[in-house]
């Protein structure tokens, strides 16, 4: 059997070609695109829907694929009546206006209901449904179902509607996880209704006879891209594990947890694994933040590059997005100005710092895997194995975890073996001064943090 996963990000999004045996046998990659229209940002759907279909008729011709997966980003949903959509797909990288907002906002239920912290823009997405609920009323009232992103394209691609709980369990003040079961926001807002039935992750939820095929494949349950890396690895019997899984954002991932160390200030929450069971997470926007601080930096960065910024005290302190761990502080590049290779060098530094001190504020001692597209030539795992010598590292074989622990789900629904490949040791990198490097980081944002509190606001 041979199954395409399409993994929607972001940033990017992609479609591989799995077989039985763990191996990516094609891929193709595109950028989704965003608009406005009517005072939104919104997905161009028909541009991104007619590249995922081309991509899977594709992949039935040339390798006879039988199914399709679906892993796709947080923060998303979809409105849809019996064929279509009734309002465009909301960009979660916009803010309400401040009116709007402080009506909405009164609506959230508590973090100790949700494990949702308030979070800007439409980090948590049951704060646009009460945004878009207020401003196109009827786009909710001609909405028969209320789907999730991944669980939109299942629909889409020909699969019935359906839910799927690790995508509802992902910080969108929708699910209780202690319940398990819907907030007191779906049951105010009368949401439930229009909640379809749940089915875990990779069931068969239809089938499609592409054109020209001989046979219809089957569409599988989509489900949230991080928690399919966790599944990837949970899998294969490591024993307990935090999953540091990288892109656009990055999401550590400690089952181990408890959860009442969890800090809603600092984008601690609860996610919701495949089965309904809650994983204590931290997270912060880890790729976009690379981005900016390495000014766009493309492909490898030397390793004397990295020194050279140690050495230098070239350093990028919190934060360049939105959201994460230290929300209050505005991003900025301290020390000599660097040349392009020690910016860029700066960045992964500076992402590393900032999963070290995610690793302490999840109470993470256990195996840490690193997978995703940041640790591209294993440098990120190496630099946070340095940084935590008294704990075991492990990295993805393959920088597609996320892909990976869809594509088993995919195999496991249908009682098919599916091999994905071990993770691989990671060893600590040997540069000089990191340590000390972290120590002087640690305090400067320690110190900014303390000045940001008695100013009361952003520094």
Same mark, same amino acid.
């Not at 928690?227 to 954002?249: I, M």
């Not at 992964?348 to 070290?356: E, R």
């Given at each position: *059997?041979?199954?395409?996963?399409?993994?929607?990000?972001?940033?990017?999004?992609?479609?591989?070609?799995? +077989?039985?045996?763990?191996?990516?046998?094609?891929?193709?990659?595109?950028?989704?695109?965003?608009?406005?229209?009517?005072?939104?940002?919104?997905?161009?759907?028909?541009?991104?829907?007619?590249?995922?279909?081309?991509?899977?008729?594709?992949?039935?011709?040339?390798?006879?694929? =039988?199914?399709? *997966?679906?892993?796709?980003?947080?923060?998303?949903?979809?409105?849809?009546?019996?064929?279509?959509?009734?309002?465009?797909?909301?960009?979660?990288?916009?803010?309400?206006?401040?009116?709007?907002?402080?009506?909405?906002?009164?609506?959230?239920?508590?973090?100790? =209901?949700?494990?949702?912290?308030?979070?800007?823009?439409?980090?948590?997405?049951?704060?646009? *449904?009460?945004?878009?609920?207020?401003? !196109?009323?009827?786009?909710?009232?001609?909405?028969?179902?209320?789907?999730?992103?991944?669980?939109?394209?299942?629909?889409?691609?020909?699969?019935?509607?359906?839910?799927?709980?690790?995508?509802?369990?992902?910080?969108?003040?929708?699910?209780?996880?202690?319940?398990? !079961?819907?907030?007191?926001?779906?049951?105010?807002?009368?949401?439930?209704?229009?909640?379809?039935?749940? =089915?875990?992750?990779?069931?068969?939820?239809?089938?499609?006879?592409?054109?020209?095929?001989?046979?219809?494949?089957?569409?599988?349950?989509?489900?949230?891209?991080?928690?399919?890396?966790?599944?990837?690895?949970?899998?294969?019997?490591?024993?307990?594990?935090?999953?540091?899984?990288?892109?656009?954002?990055?999401?550590?991932?400690?089952?181990?947890?408890?959860?009442?160390?969890?800090?809603?200030?600092?984008? *601690?929450?609860?996610?919701?694994?495949?089965?309904?069971?809650?994983?204590?997470?931290?997270?912060?926007?880890?790729?976009?933040?690379?981005?900016?601080?390495?000014?766009?930096?493309?492909?490898?960065?030397?390793?004397?590059?990295?020194?050279?910024?140690?050495?230098?005290?070239?350093?990028?302190?919190? +934060?360049?997005?939105?959201?994460?761990?230290?929300?209050?502080?505005?991003?900025?590049?301290?020390?000599?100005?660097?040349?392009?290779?020690?910016?860029?060098?700066?960045?992964?530094?500076?992402?590393?710092?900032?999963?070290?001190?995610?690793?302490?504020?999840?109470? +993470?001692?256990?195996?840490?895997?690193? !997978?995703?597209?940041?640790?591209?030539?294993?440098?990120?795992?190496?630099?946070?194995?340095?940084?935590?010598?008294?704990?075991?590292?492990?990295?993805?074989?393959?920088?597609?975890?996320?892909?990976?622990?869809?594509?088993?789900?995919?195999?496991?629904?249908?009682?098919?073996?599916?091999?994905?490949?071990?993770?691989?040791?990671?060893?600590?990198?040997?540069?000089?001064?990191?340590?000390?490097?972290? !120590?002087?980081?640690?305090?400067?944002?320690?110190?900014?943090?303390?000045?940001?509190?008695?100013?009361?606001?952003?520094?």
């Amino acid at each position: *059997m041979r199954l395409a996963v399409l993994d929607f990000g972001k940033t990017n999004s992609k479609l591989f070609v799995f +077989s039985q045996d763990g191996r990516i046998l094609d891929e193709r990659r595109t950028q989704p695109k965003w608009a406005r229209k009517d005072g939104f940002s919104v997905l161009d759907e028909a541009e991104l829907h007619d590249w995922a279909l081309g991509a899977v008729t594709d992949a039935v011709e040339n390798h006879g694929v =039988e199914g399709v *997966m679906v892993s796709g980003h947080g923060c998303t949903f979809a409105l849809v009546d019996d064929a279509a959509l009734t309002h465009p797909i909301l960009d979660y990288e916009q803010e309400p206006p401040a009116e709007i907002a402080a009506r909405i906002d009164r609506s959230i239920p508590d973090f100790a =209901e949700t494990f949702s912290p308030r979070l800007p823009l439409g980090f948590n997405y049951g704060r646009h *449904m009460l945004w878009l609920q207020e401003v !196109d009323p009827d786009a909710f009232a001609a909405a028969k179902s209320i789907l999730g992103y991944p669980q939109y394209w299942s629909w889409r691609l020909g699969g019935r509607a359906a839910c799927e709980v690790s995508y509802l369990g992902c910080h969108s003040h929708l699910w209780a996880p202690r319940k398990r !079961d819907f907030s007191s926001l779906v049951d105010a807002q009368g949401w439930r209704g229009r909640m379809p039935a749940f =089915e875990r992750a990779g069931t068969v939820i239809g089938e499609r006879r592409l054109a020209g095929a001989a046979r219809p494949i089957a569409i599988h349950n989509g489900v949230h891209d991080s928690n399919a890396a966790l599944h990837a690895y949970r899998r294969q019997d490591l024993g307990p594990l935090t999953v540091v899984s990288t892109g656009t954002w990055v999401i550590v991932l400690n089952p181990d947890c408890p959860l009442e160390v969890l800090d809603r200030e600092r984008d *601690m929450l609860v996610n919701v694994d495949v089965d309904g069971g809650p994983v204590p997470t931290i997270r912060f926007m880890g790729g976009r933040e690379f981005a900016v601080i390495s000014d766009g930096w493309q492909g490898a960065i030397p390793h004397g590059s990295i020194q050279q910024a140690i050495d230098a005290g070239i350093m990028a302190l919190p +934060s360049f997005a939105p959201g994460g761990p230290m929300p209050d502080s505005a991003g900025r590049l301290v020390g000599r100005t660097p040349d392009a290779g020690e910016r860029a060098a700066a960045a992964l530094l500076y992402v590393a710092l900032m999963v070290d001190l995610c690793l302490d504020l999840i109470h +993470s001692q256990n195996t840490v895997i690193v !997978d995703g597209g940041l640790n591209a030539g294993g440098l990120l795992a190496g630099l946070i194995a340095q940084l935590r010598p008294g704990q075991a590292f492990l990295q993805g074989a393959s920088l597609e975890g996320s892909a990976t622990g869809a594509a088993a789900l995919a195999f496991e629904s249908v009682g098919r073996e599916f091999a994905a490949e071990a993770p691989e040791a990671v060893y600590a990198a040997g540069f000089g001064g990191l340590a000390g490097y972290r !120590d002087a980081w640690r305090d400067r944002i320690a110190a900014r943090g303390a000045a940001v509190k008695a100013a009361g606001g952003v520094r």
